[in-house]
């Protein structure tokens, strides 16, 4: 299996620019959650999805980010317009339940 | 609110140290628990977890950890580290009703 796929590894935009990452979970897996780090805040939960339907976004920071997810092996998240304090890694996580989380590489963003 | 507090945010330890990385949770109810870690580089990666039963867990890599509830900490310990557990190690904490909570982590630095 090759595990959670995300894409870009590496994202440098400009401010005020539409921002997409993509993520393919494991096959099989029921739950995708999207994780946003940084050094101030750690590690968060932004939102999270069970067999396609989001189920808790109330890690969004506002208005700004949207996530979906079409079908069960992928999903979007999506910054517009970006700000230079989105800039963070971000990571997606799937599991066969809530407590089984796998994640991959993530995406480093920067927004300058 | 509920939260994770991990009080060491930085360790180094000389090959062969034996390492205990506290951990401690606010939530008075039913938790899981879990530790993962994240080494140079790459994305986070379970190294145990705990439900229920035998209140201390044995991991990867010879890692372990106990789960005391009167003292709401889930310490992780290894009795010999080597070099490649240079990383940066996250607990986690889920309630039983809510989201899974990450601590804002420990790095660890071993030196050769």
């Known amino acids: 299996d090759a595990g959670v796929i995300q894409s870009p590894r590496h994202e440098v935009t400009e401010m005020g620019q539409e921002v997409t990452l993509r993520c393919k979970p494991i096959?099989?897996?029921?739950?995708l959650f999207w994780y946003r780090q940084t050094m101030m805040r750690g590690l968060e939960l932004l939102i999270y999805?069970?067999?396609?339907?989001?189920?808790?976004d109330s890690g969004m920071p506002e208005d700004r980010f949207s996530a979906k997810m079409p079908n069960a092996s992928f999903s979007t998240l999506k910054i517009q317009p970006s700000e230079p304090r989105d800039s963070a890694v971000y990571f997606c996580?799937?599991?066969?339940?809530?407590?089984?989380?796998?994640f991959g590489p993530g995406t480093r963003l920067t927004v300058l | 609110a509920q939260s994770v507090s991990q009080h060491n945010h930085h360790v180094i330890l000389s090959e062969a140290a034996s390492l205990e990385l506290g951990c401690n949770y606010s939530y008075g109810g039913t938790v899981n628990l879990f530790w993962y870690v994240q080494y140079p580089g790459q994305h986070l990666q379970l190294l145990l977890k705990y439900f229920s039963g035998d209140p201390l867990v044995k991991g990867i890599k010879g890692f372990e950890a106990e789960f005391i509830k009167s003292k709401f900490s889930f310490n992780l310990r290894k009795p010999s580290v080597q070099w490649s557990d240079t990383a940066e190690y996250f607990c986690a904490v889920k309630p039983n009703t809510g989201k899974l909570i990450f601590g804002q982590g420990t790095t660890l630095q071993v030196k050769p």
């Open positions: 096959s099989g897996h029921d739950y």
């Open positions: 999805f069970n067999n396609n339907v989001p189920i808790d």
């Open positions: 996580a799937s599991g066969s339940s809530y407590n089984e989380q796998f």
